[in-house]
């Protein structure tokens, strides 16, 4: 399939065809959409990219006020915290809490919200990230989402695991009404779209393949390849699987005793040869941006096989500046790794020592850097939203990629596979 490049998107736009141009589209999302830091970067990657490409696109917040929306989760915690009948630990109250967040009751009351603020902005169209909340049906939408309700159920997401069974059966049930009714469902893997098809029955024409961005700059850094340096980001040290990347490099030094590795994110106290330790870097600092952007340029290999990990925005940020990765394989990031890395059974302390040799040899991490380097621009927000807003209106034949994989939809992937 040819890749045509963003130039290309905005000179078709701005050529005659005001079709889409004149749309005004709404970017829905449970939090604010205007925040460059709320869930990785993405609802104000796709927000400020498709405003970039020259539409008019209004951040939809699908929540009411903070201090209303805690008070609505807090409320139904307790009741469902009551209904047990029996004293909770702090734990089991926190988790409960949180997945109060994702129940019934507050899907409910933000689709409310949602609904009323989609009429006072003149809404044309919605670009719906997730689906915890209703949206409304009289106007066309298309959904935006990284792993399907019924995936993290069968992770056992604690999230998940906390809320009672009737909240995650009206959650499934209101995935799929929200599937079956969009224009189209444009997921970032492969992996999260053979859910949609699979287990919620969407048609195969209706779903799509379409990536996820990043805000790093897509960048070609000269680094030394001769000392295997690696790096590790993670906010949730146990998902990102932190203590056996740690085991595996601590075998990995017994080898090569000149490897580092630099740790970023919710890690624990760790004292160990060759490692440092750098807590967690905030975007919307400037200092922390910049010592992220170092650790970024200097590394020579991106590590992170989670546990389980929908997609994992930074294996497109380490691609984007010509570093290959070490994945899981449970869930959607070999997707995004593609050709320029390893993708391993996460539970497998061996094959996570074995990726760390294989990417330690400066040759082959060269070679996996340069892969990387060579899919980066599949990956920018800009592309990413060219494919949405081709999934909106698809009489609009606009010069971008459908899919970053150089397949077509996943749906055909599967059809032929049963050939």
Known sequence: MELFALSGLIDVLEAGDRTLNDMRVGVAFAGD????????????????????????????????????????????????LVARRSVPTAAQARETYSGAHLAKLTAKVRGAVLARRRELEEIDAIVALGTGYDIPADIPYVVYDDMTVQQAVAMEYPVWMAMRESDRAFRVEQQRRIYLGAQMCCMTTTWAAESVIRDYGVPPSRVVVVGAGTHEKVRTVERDWSVPRFLFIGLDWNRKNGARVLAAFAS??????????????????IDQDGVTTHGRLYRNDASDLARLKELYDRATCFAMPSVHEPGGVVFVEAAAVGVGSIAGNRGGSADFV??????????????????MVSMSDPATARSCGQRASARAGLFTWPQVAGRILTALRPEVDLPIMVSPLGGSRPAEIQENETQ
């Open 338 to 355: 593609g050709d320029a890395g390893f993708v391993v059974n996460p539970f497998d302390e061996g094959a996570i020592f074995e990726a």
């Open 33 to 80: 959409a205007e925040d460059p830091t709320a869930r990785s970067g993405t609802p104000f990657g796709v927000l400020s990219a498709i405003r970039e490409l020259g539409l008019s696109a209004v951040a939809l917040k699908a929540a009411p006020p903070t201090n209303i929306d805690r008070a609505v989760a807090a409320v139904d915690a307790v009741a469902h």
């Open 252 to 269: 990995l030094r017994e080898r090569i005793p000149e490897a580092t590795l630099d740790v970023v994110g919710g890690h624990p106290p």
